[in-house]
């Protein structure tokens, strides 16, 4: 297996180590048990994963690691110091680099953090009727930034809006890329309608899905509907309440 063969070359490593007289180091592009990615998730059992245990043969003073972008300590003397800028919109925590010192045998490790260009993501859903698409991240977070926007969008209203028109909300920003996704129009037309608060209002939605004026009488009745139910509904709370 290839986790044994690897055994025996950190076996090698150390041997090669014992007549040394200085401080050892090791360096290596590895994925290690119980590391994490910078989304959070723990890394167990992967294909070809290296243990904590398994590092420690080799004696090393210091392991400084590849492989993981996030900056973490596996062991006070084994540590991933991580990508030196954000590769992904995933990457949302700070950039370090490790300064270690070994000295009379004492290891210290700290960090220094490395300015680098954030990324913001934002996701938006563009108004059935053509008027105006609706930012769900409202925080002004792209100055300076790299910005991914996912448009969410009904195939009859993509040519309504171009990519340079929605780049036009992001002012100050260092790049923006545009994702669109393409949602059908029923979808759409039914979230419009859900968000309706009264009655009155989902009706008035439904016919605008429609193309089709609500006649006046229609809405009075709606209206009238909706007040005798709440009429009902305060008498059975203060019958309750009795």
């Not at 090698?12 to 200085?22: Q, T």
């Not at 294909?47 to 904590?52: G, L, T, Y």
């Not at 409202?138 to 009904?154: K, M, N, P």
């Not at 949602?183 to 089709?212: C, N």
């Amino acid at each position: 297996m290839l986790c044994d063969a690897l055994r025996k070359i950190f076996l090698g490593f150390a041997a090669l180590g014992d007549d040394l007289k200085c401080p050892k180091i090791f360096v290596g592009h590895l994925t290690i048990d119980g590391a994490t990615f910078s989304n959070g998730q723990t890394i167990v059992g992967q294909d070809v994963s290296i243990s904590r245990p398994d590092l420690d043969m080799i004696g090393a003073d210091y392991y400084g690691l590849g492989h993981i972008h996030c900056n973490q300590m596996i062991a006070p003397n084994m540590w991933y110091s991580g990508s030196i800028y954000r590769h992904d919109f995933g990457e949302a925590e700070e950039k370090y680099l490790n300064l270690v010192e070994i000295k009379r045998g004492i290891l210290e490790v700290s960090r220094e953090t490395i300015p680098t260009r954030p990324m913001a993501f934002h996701e938006i859903t563009y108004d059935v009727r053509g008027h105006a698409f609706l930012d769900e991240n409202t925080q002004a977070d792209w100055v300076g930034a790299e910005v991914r926007v996912r448009l969410h969008i009904g195939i009859e209203q993509s040519h309504l809006v171009s990519d340079e028109e929605i780049k036009k909300n992001y002012p100050g920003a260092e790049s923006i890329k545009v994702e669109r996704i393409i949602i059908p129009e029923e979808r759409i037309r039914w979230e419009f309608i859900a968000r309706a608060r009264t009655l009155q209002e989902r009706i008035l939605e439904w016919g605008r899905s429609i193309d089709k004026t609500i006649p006046a009488e229609v809405l009075e009745i709606a209206s009238q509907m909706e007040s005798s139910l709440h009429h009902d509904e305060l008498v059975d709370e203060k019958g309750g309440a009795a």
